[in-house]
């Protein structure tokens, strides 16, 4: 009687100790999220018009990456916290089980064909000056941009063709992804493609950076010979040039490294799955939390490498803010002529006087000054 009481408490354990585990990843997972997405709405307030009117393509690249990490974890956070709140697994039907895992791998992918296009553009820019400058324009940068977006936005589609497949996380529930376990040819051909674009993007990312830290090195080191006292005005430009280029690097490099540290493990376990070798149901649910967490450290690599950031945010919510009041401002005003037109004809409304004598702001001064309102 003893062993069957054992038996049974044993199931009943091994589901308590599951569930409490699949709870704690639900909420760390939901913490993530939404420092992620707060973190990067503050950097499309600081950084996003860069991509539109950002005069040299690196200014032009953060701004396309800013808006690749907001657009990707707004479309996944939106997906999954309406799941949450309709419950019943409903982000495991279909179609918002392959559009939310549609929206992940599409602009984690194109965040990553970003950083790599910043990094080929960082070794053009040193290895060619003179070329770079006459051919590299914002114009250029935003559509490269745009290109790689829409690329990997039809590689991640393939499952919408029949090609590949998503699926519902079993583990966390709260989320799909790709099917780590291809059967059919059409399903490894997908994630043969999804792990062949990580490695392309991860050997040009890594082969740039190395390039572009040997050139600054060995500029650098000629610099560094170069007495204080021998310095004109133009090597003091190219003083001042180079250090800005080398800060470029920098920040290249430091977003280099989170998405190598983000994508090379989900690379590894897609060909590592695909070939059925060393199979890890916790290596892939890791490996999978690490793309959300690349949208999570990426803001703060802005702030750490962005002297303006703070100007630029502070400006963007005081535009924003000025907006908003013109807007309720002008409707406010747009009713009260509705008003004072329905109660009195064509008679002005008591408080218009106070736009002039032409009932239109800022222009009393103007007027008064050139000719009376007729």
């Known amino acids: 009687m003893v062993n069957l009481n054992g038996s049974q408490d044993l199931p009943t354990n091994e589901s308590a100790e599951q569930t409490q585990e699949n709870s704690a990843n639900f909420i760390i997972g939901i913490v993530l999220l939404v420092s992620a997405f707060v973190g990067c709405s503050l950097a499309v307030l600081a950084l996003g018009r860069d991509f539109f009117i950002g005069k040299n393509p690196p200014i032009v690249f953060v701004g396309a990456l800013v808006w690749v990490d907001f657009i990707g974890l707004l479309s996944t956070v939106v997906l999954v916290f309406q799941g949450l709140v309709k419950g019943g697994e ?90 780590w376990f291809p059967t059919t040819f059409a399903d490894t051909v997908f994630i043969i493609s999804i792990a062949a674009c990580g490695v392309l993007l991860i050997s040009l990312m890594t082969l740039s950076n190395i390039v572009v830290f040997v050139i600054v090195v060995r500029i650098r080191m000629r610099m560094a010979a170069v007495l204080p006292s021998e310095m004109n005005a133009q090597r003091r430009s190219r003083r001042n040039t180079f250090c800005q280029e080398e800060r470029m690097a920098k920040f290249v490099a430091i977003v280099s490294i989170v998405f190598l540290v983000t994508w090379l493990p989900v690379t590894l376990r897609l060909f590592c799955n695909v070939f059925r070798a060393y199979p890890n149901k916790w ?92």
């Open 90 to 179: 409903w982000i495991a039907q279909s179609p918002q089980c392959s559009l939310q895992a549609f929206f992940t791998t599409t602009f984690s992918l194109s965040s990553g064909a970003v950083v790599t296009a910043m990094s080929l553009d960082r070794v053009l820019s040193l290895y060619k000056p003179f070329f770079y400058k006459r051919h590299a324009t914002p114009c250029l940068s935003r559509t490269l941009c745009i290109i790689l977006t829409f690329f990997c936005m039809t590689l991640a589609a393939l499952p919408f063709a029949g090609i590949g497949q998503y699926k519902f996380n079993q583990s966390s529930r709260s989320f799909c992804q790709f099917d």
């Open 283 to 374: 290596l892939d649910n890791f490996s999978l939390r690490l793309i959300i967490v690349s949208f999570f450290l990426d803001p703060f690599t802005y702030v750490l490498f962005k002297k303006n950031f703070k100007r630029n945010l502070k400006r963007s919510i005081t535009d924003l803010a000025d907006f908003l009041s013109d807007v309720g401002f002008n409707k406010s005003l747009k009713r009260q002529i509705t008003r004072g037109d329905s109660e009195g004809g064509a008679e002005m409304p008591g408080n218009m006087s106070e736009f002039g004598p032409c009932g239109k702001i800022g222009e009393a001064t103007v007027i008064e000054a050139d000719q009376p309102c007729s």
